[in-house]
């Protein structure tokens, strides 16, 4: 895979966590053996979920139309990067200027 596309959500309680999770199970099941869920991370106020994939853009439109990332799209945000190279380019939401993990 050459890419790592990461969606992020804010935190607002521990209670997040167990969404995450939920989300990531998913997202795994939704992408089948394309794209790998390579697994998550959880705090300083955000929560990330890291995909592998050789196409950033064509996995994370299939992403979109889950059901449970449906109903979470309005907080999302979502960023991808070469994996050689450190700065991620921003594609969700439109409009979006930059993306970074903490």
Do not use: C
């Amino acid at each position: 895979m050459k890419y790592q596309l990461v969606l992020q959500w804010p935190v607002v309680s521990t209670a997040d966590y167990d969404r995450l999770l939920s989300l990531e199970e998913a997202i795994r099941d939704g992408l089948g053996d394309i794209d790998i869920v390579d697994g998550h991370d959880f705090g300083s106020g955000e929560m990330n979920m890291f995909i592998h994939t050789d196409n950033p853009k064509s996995a994370f439109e299939k992403i979109k139309t889950l059901l449970a990332v449906g109903k979470n799209m309005g907080e999302l945000k979502a960023g991808y990067r070469d994996f050689e190279e450190d700065d991620y380019k921003p594609i969700y939401p439109k409009g979006l200027k930059s993306f970074s993990v903490i």
